[in-house]
């Protein structure tokens, strides 16, 4: 099992960024793909950005591409997100994913461990 803590969320005004971390801790982190998710209240758990455990296969939502960079960092067990160009309808509780296997899917269900989720609000 795999211990996963985010931080970096907050408000920020539209079209402002933010760089959102995610330490992880328990098992090998640089096998396995790990991801970030988001889920607005009254909608359901989705995908927003995975990356290999190598950093060579990256996926992002259609919706992000272009604002938002992952990477990782295997010798400090991290993962980040940096978002720019935010906006209003992508505030929502962020989440840090270890994927099952060391490639990226965009289900849910290809997720072993979640974190807690930290919260990203983008005023208009």
């Known amino acids: 099992q795999v211990q996963l803590v985010e931080s970096g969320g907050g408000l920020v005004q539209a079209g402002g960024s933010l760089r959102l971390s995610c330490a992880a801790s328990?098992?090998?982190?640089?096998?396995?793909?790990m991801g970030w998710f988001r889920q607005a209240p009254g909608k359901e758990r989705e995908f927003v950005a995975g990356i290999t455990w190598s950093g060579t296969g990256i996926d992002y939502a259609e919706s992000v591409k272009g604002r938002f960079t992952i990477s990782r960092d295997n010798a400090q067990n991290t993962v980040f997100l940096q978002m720019n160009s935010l906006k209003p309808e992508e505030t929502a509780v962020y989440y840090c994913?270890?994927?099952?296997?060391?490639?990226?899917?965009?289900?849910?269900?290809?997720?072993?461990?979640w974190g807690q989720g930290t919260q990203v609000t983008v005023s208009s």
């Open positions: 994913a270890s994927y099952i296997a060391s490639w990226v899917t965009r289900l849910t269900s290809s997720v072993g461990s």
């Open positions: 328990g098992r090998t982190f640089s096998r396995y793909a």
